[in-house]
């Protein structure tokens, strides 16, 4: 996964192997990363962030 590479929930909910509606509301946490890009009904964050922000200790994934 490059640094470049921007996810959507989708992706991110792959990636933690949870639903898109819980990754949804993971990316509104206040420690989780900004979107890098921001369109109509549609946010992009960049892997590196969300691979940082889980390495740096998400101590509940719940929300």
Do not use: Y
């Not at 989708?10 to 990363?33: T, Y």
């Amino acid at each position: 996964m490059g640094d470049k590479q921007l996810w959507t929930t989708g992706d991110i909910a792959q990636r933690l192997g949870i639903s898109v509606q819980r990754a949804r509301l993971l990316s509104r946490r206040p420690d989780f990363p900004d979107p890098a890009q921001e369109i109509p009904h549609f946010s992009l964050w960049r892997a590196c962030d969300v691979e940082l922000w889980l390495v740096n200790g998400v101590t509940d994934r719940e929300t």
